[in-house]
């Protein structure tokens, strides 16, 4: 069965760092773009970053660029996407989904979260003093 689980969330203090990762079942690991997205409270899940299905190519949010990287590991059976969260703030609090998009092009990776076809359960991240 096909599935995404996150994991690694948890309380942090501001300017400290989070290491997050989605363990991805499958085929769904070498055939789709995983992405990371986030819902606050009251708020829109928005796009946080994602990688092509060759890991050639990344995009992120702006809010994260230079804080944030995605990563994926290759290792025997240990099909992973992480997410290094460095310098973490207040405002990056909110459930953290990673998500998979099945149909993709070559090096494109869609930032809207309605082009993802399978997401996992989240993981909180809370960043408070």
């Known amino acids: 069965q096909v599935q995404l689980v996150e994991s690694g969330g948890g309380l942090v203090q501001p300017g400290t760092a989070l290491r997050l990762s989605c363990a991805v079942s499958?085929?769904?690991?070498?055939?789709?773009?995983i992405g990371w997205f986030r819902q606050a409270p009251g708020k829109e899940r928005e796009f946080v970053a994602a990688?092509?299905?060759?890991?050639?190519?990344?995009?992120?949010a702006d809010s994260v660029k230079g804080r944030f990287t995605i990563s994926r590991d290759n290792a025997k059976n240990k099909n992973s996407v992480n997410l290094q969260m460095n310098s973490l703030k207040p405002e990056d609090t909110a459930a953290y989904y990673c998500?998979?998009?099945?149909?993709?092009?070559?090096?494109?990776?869609?930032?809207?979260?309605?082009?993802?076809?399978?997401w996992g359960q989240g993981t909180q991240v809370a960043v408070s003093s």
């Open positions: 499958g085929r769904t690991f070498s055939t789709s773009n």
């Open positions: 998500a998979a998009d099945f149909i993709v092009f070559d090096e494109e990776i869609s930032t809207d979260a309605n082009q993802y076809d399978l």
């Open positions: 990688m092509s299905r060759s890991g050639r190519s990344r995009r992120y």
